[in-house]
């Protein structure tokens, strides 16, 4: 079975502070992705990664930043956390290919920016 | 805007019996996945499909991308069924994208 960890579970920021949400998959999938949750809107997506070193806009990137610097690895970095940040955050992994694009996910990421 | 639409947005139902949930889409989609979000908050993978339908156990899906819409039937409802059930379409078009319904919330009671 696909293992995708999420850490840290839940996290309190202030306003302004840099938050690092980390993801690790031990899948060998070439795709990784975050998203975030917000009540009536489902899971939008922030960024996403195809490969090493190399990292792409999903549809909400603004106030966010992501690295990939290894397959395994993906993080979520925001540099200035505000108010409106306060979501679950998920990361995900997938194999990669229009046939194999099963959506594994981490148990989520809470985040609260007071 | 959005691109799905995922009806309806809180479901009860009791043991034994069963329901559909259906997500719509404006636009033509490649794939649909299908997920619950468990009590935890863990998401758990229910169904992929490219076309045509999928079962599993007292769960069953079916795409039709012509036709725009996938749906998700539960039969024989179980307490442990309840949860919030989320869709995730795969646009057809170019690049990489994935739109996500706003969830179906999901109560079965004794």
């Known amino acids: 079975e696909a293992a995708v960890t999420q850490s840290p579970r839940s996290k309190v920021a202030v306003t302004g502070g840099k938050v690092t949400l980390s993801c690790h998959q031990t899948?060998?999938?070439?795709?990784m992705y975050w998203y975030r949750q917000d009540t009536g809107h489902g899971l939008r997506l922030i960024h996403y990664?195809?490969?090493?070193?190399?990292?792409e806009k999903g549809d909400i990137p603004d106030g966010y930043k992501a690295s990939r610097p290894s397959q395994e690895n993906f993080s979520l970095i925001l540099e200035l956390a505000s108010l409106s940040q306060t979501a679950v955050y998920f990361c995900?992994?997938?194999?990669?290919?229009?046939?194999?694009?099963?959506?594994?996910f981490g148990a989520g990421t809470r985040l609260s920016v007071l | 805007g959005d691109q799905v639409e995922q009806s309806p947005s809180a479901l009860s139902l009791h043991e034994g019996t069963g329901s559909a949930l259906r997500c719509n889409f404006t636009?033509?989609?490649?794939?649909v996945q299908w997920f619950r979000k468990n009590s935890r908050g863990s998401l758990i993978n229910l169904f992929y499909?490219?076309?045509g339908t999928k079962e599993n156990g007292r769960l069953k899906s079916a795409f039709d991308s012509k036709e725009r819409y996938s749906t998700l039937h539960i039969r024989d409802a179980q307490l442990e069924d309840s949860g919030t059930y989320f869709c995730?379409?795969?646009?057809?078009?170019?690049?990489?994208?994935?739109?996500f319904g706003s969830g179906t919330r999901l109560l079965v009671s004794p």
């Open positions: 990664s195809y490969v090493a070193d190399s990292t």
């Open positions: 899948n060998n999938h070439d795709y």
């Open positions: 636009t033509t989609m490649r794939a």
């Open positions: 499909l490219a076309s």
């Open positions: 995730a379409a795969e646009a057809g078009t170019g690049g990489y994208k994935v739109v």
């Open positions: 995900a992994s997938s194999l990669g290919g229009p046939s194999q694009n099963t959506l594994y």
